[in-house]
């Protein structure tokens, strides 16, 4: 019973770093753009990008137990 917890509890590990790994992708797609533009946009006055990563995140978040993991990545962030 306590494996079967634990082989769980490291699958649900797993399905977090997944999740991070996803949304540090993303926020390098958004914020740093892979053919440099004309205008270099900077990343914090991209705000209408931040914004849309911010959105891909929440539809992330499908269970409570990942919401205080998500917000430890958010303060990251400010």
């Known amino acids: 019973y306590l494996c ?3 082989k769980i509890s490291n ?3 797993e399905d ?3 999740r991070i790994e996803r949304f540090y992708k993303l926020v390098r797609e ?3 753009p ?3 533009p004309p205008i270099k946009p900077n990343c914090h006055n991209n705000s209408h990008s931040l914004l ?3 959105e891909k995140k929440k539809e992330r978040i499908d269970d409570d137990s990942n919401h205080d993991y998500l917000e ?5 962030f400010h």
Not at 72 to 76: A, P
């Open 30 to 32: 958004v914020c740093i």
């Open 11 to 13: 699958e649900k590990l």
């Open 16 to 18: 977090n770093f997944q």
């Open 52 to 54: 849309k990563v911010q």
């Open 34 to 36: 892979t053919e440099p």
């Open 4 to 6: 079967h917890l634990v």
């Open 72 to 76: 430890s990545i958010d303060q990251l």
